[in-house]
């Protein structure tokens, strides 16, 4: 099957995983516009809906699908602020694709109710992580977000990263001020600069760079701990407590 970034608003993407066929699946659609361009261009032919959260640059577009494919397959975490989903997930149950199952992952932080959702070599992980980053924490707590990063770090290196953004660029100004001697994370720096120039998504990117450059998968290693204990004038050893610092230096950091 053939992945696609459909861009949508600003910097968002819409995931479509697309069968010989045309036969798609899609991933949090802000906008149904870019589906049905796609559609029209590619053939395409939406099948399912995974929904990560609730917000409306990631489920803005469903009503409009629906309404042009009303056999969709909708699949949504518990949340009564997702109102169109015909199939509600939690963590531990799988999605099926043509075959392919989807494990649904509870990973809370970004919003209460955030799930992903990993299968195929692919983990479709809406705003809980980014290339390079995180997702804010509107709605969970720093120890939620550090055991849901962690849950997610945890899978095969080899998978690809699907998240919702394109906050990369943005994402390496900000790694490299904490972390500004790490070689992996200057070369990925470069290889996105590259991308974006050319037009390029810089996503999916395996998981095992990220777990070599993206802080917040890091908050173990002494070049992040001292970085935050600088910061922060005092000496930290709790975990969540790192996470929560450095967190909050990425929320108020200006490049």
Not at 23 to 47: E, K
Not at 57 to 65: Q, S, T
Not at 112 to 135: E, I, M
Not at 215 to 227: C, E, K, N, Q, Y
Request: with cysteine; hydrophobic share 40%; proline share 6%.
């Amino acid at each position: 099957m053939r992945l696609t970034a459909l861009p949508a608003f600003e910097d968002n993407y819409i995931w479509a995983l697309v069968a010989d066929d045309g036969q798609a699946l899609i991933v949090d659609p802000g906008q149904a516009g870019p589906v049905l361009a796609a559609a029209a261009a590619d053939g395409l032919r939406p099948q399912a809906l995974l929904l990560t959260h609730h917000h409306a640059d990631h489920i803005g577009g469903v009503a409009a699908l629906l309404e042009r494919y009303p056999s969709l397959a909708i699949h949504a975490p518990h949340d009564e602020r997702i109102p169109l989903a015909t199939h509600r997930v939690a963590d531990g149950m799988s999605v099926q694709f043509l075959g392919q199952p989807f494990q649904v992952l509870s990973v809370p932080g970004h919003t209460r109710s955030h799930v992903a959702y990993v299968g195929g070599g692919r983990l479709f992980c809406g705003d809980t992580l980014f290339s390079l980053g995180c997702g804010r924490m509107f709605e969970g707590t720093p120890s939620q977000m550090l055991g849901s990063l962690r849950r997610l770090a945890s899978l095969p290196g080899e998978t690809l990263v699907c998240c919702g953004h394109e906050y990369t660029l943005a994402n390496a100004a900000f790694a490299l001020h904490v972390d500004p001697a790490n070689a992996a994370l200057q070369r990925r720096q470069q290889e996105a600069l590259a991308m974006r120039e050319n037009a390029r998504p810089t996503l999916p990117t395996p998981l095992s760079g990220e777990l070599a450059t993206n802080p917040f998968l890091r908050t173990g290693d002494s070049a992040i701990r001292d970085a935050v204990n600088h910061r922060a004038g005092r000496q930290i050893s709790d975990d969540v407590e790192i996470f929560a610092e450095l967190r909050r230096w990425k929320d108020e950091y200006r490049a």
